[in-house]
């Protein structure tokens, strides 16, 4: 019966229109042969000693830490941000909402540029560092950091901020009427409520830190062992040793794939 | 310590005014319609919704009093079984129960075993390692209970217990949460839009209704004496205590009823007033209780005649118009009340 009325069903709908099929296949190719591109041009043979030479080893070294660096100073204050913006009480709830998204929209050399400007050793506050604690934050390691946090913190906020809406407040209340302070009842009870909300968005976080080139660049230069992260290592070596950026890219892409694949149940299968 | 509470509520157009005052020991229940102000008050006495006017006091403890005071939820001596539960779902059994004594600071070992004492006394000892997600309905309301009470609280705040259950475990659970109310010490609020519930847990009750105490007193009392519609409608239930043998329970303030399901112990017998049918002579014909009456006093309600009458045992009776009429019911005549053992059921108490 079901699958009298399914071929039915199919015949009624006719074929797949030309119009749409031909740009979906193409914009599927656009999308996937430059990936295919890489793994094809990748010097397979060579792959494992360049994966294991000190530049390489280098960067990666420095791309896992900072972006690591990164996801932690996202976590300490992205989750308490998402919280207040779900939870608490404040005023002009909506406009912080959106305030904290722009570094979501704004090209990230912007974000750079703008951080310099501020933690610059003539910065806004990177004067008072200087002056009172002798720190500079351009072009450091930790720069590299704070520039990785600055882009991928939204990232966070809104996967937290979601899972918290999406929780029901009354436990937080239950907790209460039980002797738990807010804080408390925040550790023991909300968090670990939301906890799969603020594992994508940790993942999500740090990916797009792993990724982050234009904001560090800007802000924390390029200064091998120091500031090169990989995305920055593969534009350098583009210029001297394609084959070097090749097997950067193919490592990078790898990482993307394996996020993608952790993420998949939650966020790309969609409704289903 | 007896707990005072002039509840003032204001949001938007609703409006809570009602006075409660709860002893010690005393199960109250506050029983009304939906948008009655009933779950307003809880929260007020809870501390999750602060008063706009009046106060709470335990004692001398002031607990809330705008604008001056305000002792929020987590300070105040308070245990809530909420209506669903609200069992922290990555937590056991055993660590929701544990949860409001580590709270207050009590060292997780000692919590851990007070817990479990706990959990025992609710007969779930079996069930500490387990996520509330595998407990049933019944299981469930028994854990939040416990967690509750873990912290002996000066005040136990019931919202709907009763309510998530199905007919036939809410029979057992309600025999099993009157035995622990009983053994409370504290002050009990019983919330419920359950006349059963409330007449069977409550020492006193409290009728809400627009956000005012329309009606309070001993469960008999307002049963008989009903003062709006909706208590006559829905907390009018003839209701006894007595002892059951089998079919038969000799009730405590004498007489004697048939019931078609046996039981055995302490019971609680109920039947509506439309199950009372009224005769001039003794009826005969099918299995039927049927007992002397004299009319004590007729109210007109919405759509009925409900007749008060008194006997071994009193007893309500709804009839019709029509009735009352061929009856020439009046203040004083002498009749026959009857219902069948089928309309007549027995509670556990």
């Not at chain 1, 792959?47 to 990666?60: K, N, T, W, Y």
């Not at chain 1, 909402?97 to 806004?124: D, M, Q, Y």
């Not at chain 2, 009392?221 to 007595?242: H, K």
Request: charged share 20%; net charge positive; hydrophobic share 50%.
């Amino acid at each position: 019966m079901t699958s009298i009325a399914h071929r039915k069903r199919r015949r009624a709908t006719g074929r797949l229109p030309v119009v749409l099929v031909l740009p979906a296949v193409l914009g599927l190719a656009f999308l996937l042969v430059p990936l295919v591109g890489l793994l094809v041009r990748a010097p397979w043979g060579t792959l494992p000693s360049r994966l294991f030479s000190a530049s390489v080893g280098e960067a990666l070294r420095l791309s896992l830490l900072c972006a690591s660096l990164a996801t932690v100073l996202c976590l300490v204050l992205g989750v308490p941000l998402a919280w207040l913006l779900a939870r608490g009480d404040v005023p002009g709830r909506g406009v912080l909402r959106a305030l904290v998204t722009v570094p979501l929209v704004l090209p990230p050399v912007v974000g750079g540029v703008a951080l310099l400007f501020v933690l610059g050793r003539r910065g806004l506050v990177g004067q008072y560092l200087d002056a009172w604690f002798g720190v500079s934050l351009p072009f450091t390691t930790a720069g590299v950091v704070l520039a990785e946090a600055f882009v991928a913190m939204p990232f966070l906020v809104i996967s937290v901020e979601g899972a918290l809406r999406a929780a029901d407040p009354r436990y937080e209340e239950a907790a209460a009427t039980l002797g738990a302070s807010r804080w408390l009842a925040f550790r023991r009870v909300t968090l670990p409520s939301i906890l799969p909300g603020v594992v994508a968005g940790t993942v999500l976080c740090w990916a797009r830190a792993l990724g982050e080139f234009g904001a560090t660049i800007t802000f924390a230069g390029n200064f091998p062992g120091e500031t090169t992260t990989m995305p920055l290592a593969v534009y350098l070596a583009l210029e001297t040793d394609p084959d070097a950026a090749i097997v950067l890219s193919v490592v990078l892409l790898l990482v993307s794939v394996g996020v993608l694949a952790a993420l998949r149940d939650r966020w790309i299968s969609g409704p289903s | 310590m007896t707990l005072h509470a002039d509840l003032r509520v204001a949001r938007g157009v609703f409006r809570l005014d009602a006075e409660l005052v709860v002893e010690p020991g005393e199960v109250v229940a506050v029983l009304g319609p939906n948008g009655a102000g009933k779950s307003t008050a809880l929260r007020a006495l809870a501390g999750l919704l602060p008063l706009t006017g009046g106060h709470i006091r335990l004692g001398d403890e002031v607990w809330d009093a705008p604008p001056d005071a305000f002792r929020p939820a987590e300070r105040r001596p308070i245990g809530v079984v909420f209506q669903d539960y609200l069992l922290f779902a990555h937590l056991s059994a055993l660590e929701n129960v544990a949860f409001g004594l580590r709270a207050r600071g009590v060292p997780r070992a000692v919590a851990r075993e007070e817990a479990a004492r706990w959990l025992d006394r609710v007969g779930l000892a079996a069930h500490a390692r387990a996520k509330p997600r595998t407990l049933s309905g019944g299981q469930a309301q028994r854990v939040a209970l416990a967690r509750a009470l873990a912290t002996e609280p000066e005040l136990l705040l019931l919202d709907e217990p009763l309510a998530a259950l199905d007919a036939a475990t809410r029979l057992h659970v309600r025999a099993e949460l009157g035995r622990h109310l009983r053994d409370y010490p504290g002050h009990t609020l019983l919330v419920t839009h359950d006349p059963l519930d409330a007449m069977v847990l409550a020492d006193r009750l409290v009728v809400l209704e627009h956000g005012e105490v329309v009606q309070q007193g001993t469960p008999t009392e307002v049963a008989r004496r009903p003062r709006t519609d909706y208590v006559a409608d829905l907390v009018g239930l003839n209701l006894y205590r007595g002892t059951a043998r089998g079919t038969s329970v000799a009730l405590d303030g004498g007489g004697e009823f048939t019931v078609a399901a046996p039981a055995t112990g302490p019971v609680h017998v109920v039947f509506p007033p439309t199950a009372v049918s009224l005769h001039p002579d003794r009826p005969t014909g099918s299995p039927r209780n049927a007992w002397r009456v004299t009319v004590a006093g007729i109210e007109q309600h919405a759509h009925t005649t409900r007749v008060r009458l008194d006997g071994v045992p009193p007893v309500l009776a709804d009839i019709t118009t029509a009735t009352v009429a061929d009856l020439r019911l009046q203040p004083g005549a002498g009749l026959w009340a009857a219902v069948k053992a089928t309309e007549v059921h027995a509670y556990p108490s």
